[in-house]
């Protein structure tokens, strides 16, 4: 009961795909600064018909976690409780990486490696725990599906093995390229045949890997709705 004499209606708690899409739209907004598209919600679903993802935005609306502005694409707004429902499940569902600037996926540069503030993943969306976080430059590792713009998401240290997409340091520059062991030399190899192979002097090698790519997130809107 109110305290006017009227009934208080007690609010359902979230289902378990709700959850799902209010953490993808929170992971979104992290990452590209805007919310997704009901099409990119179906996307993530695996769902066919955008209409099927709009029920689950309904709920979320009718349970106060968001608010939706009729007519705009990207009309999806959080509320104070979507910001209470983040903070009590980040820290065990969610991972915060640091975002160290940007890398060249073209010519190498060592401009670009600065502290860019941090962004916010859910702990499933990759199988190792990442260290860094990079937005890649250029066009020379699109046969790899990495395209600029590109959010790569970076492991330290480990072992390298031949193949893996490394950032690599060359004489203080920074590029992302796959690490190969050919005709026994060590080069650093582009995915684009624009871009030709770099061969590694032994004395640059000591300090060569920065990290091993583990993952790429992609803004659809950003590339063009490449998948």
Known sequence: MSLDGGTTRKVKPLTERQEEVLRFILSWMQANSSPPTITEIAN??????????????????????IQRIPGKARGIRLTAKSSSFQDETI???????????????????????????????????????PDFVLTVIGDSMIGAGIYDGDLAFIKK?????NGDIIVAQIQGEMTLKTYLHHNGRLLLRAANPSYPDRIILPD????????????????????????
């Open 44 to 65: 993530h679903l695996g769902i066919p018909y955008p209409k099927s993802a709009g029920t689950h935005l309904e709920a979320l609306e009718k349970k106060g976690y």
């Open 91 to 129: 820290s065990s569902e969610w991972l915060t990486v640091p975002r160290v600037g940007r890398v060249r996926a073209g010519v190498a540069t060592g401009s670009d490696h600065l502290s860019d503030g941090q962004i916010t993943i859910p702990s499933s969306f990759l199988s190792e725990r």
């Open 157 to 161: 240290g480990g072992n390298v093995s």
């Open 204 to 227: 640059d090698e000591a300090d060569l890997v920065q990290g091993r790519l583990i993952g790429i997130f992609r803004s659809l809107s950003r590339n063009g709705g490449r998948n």
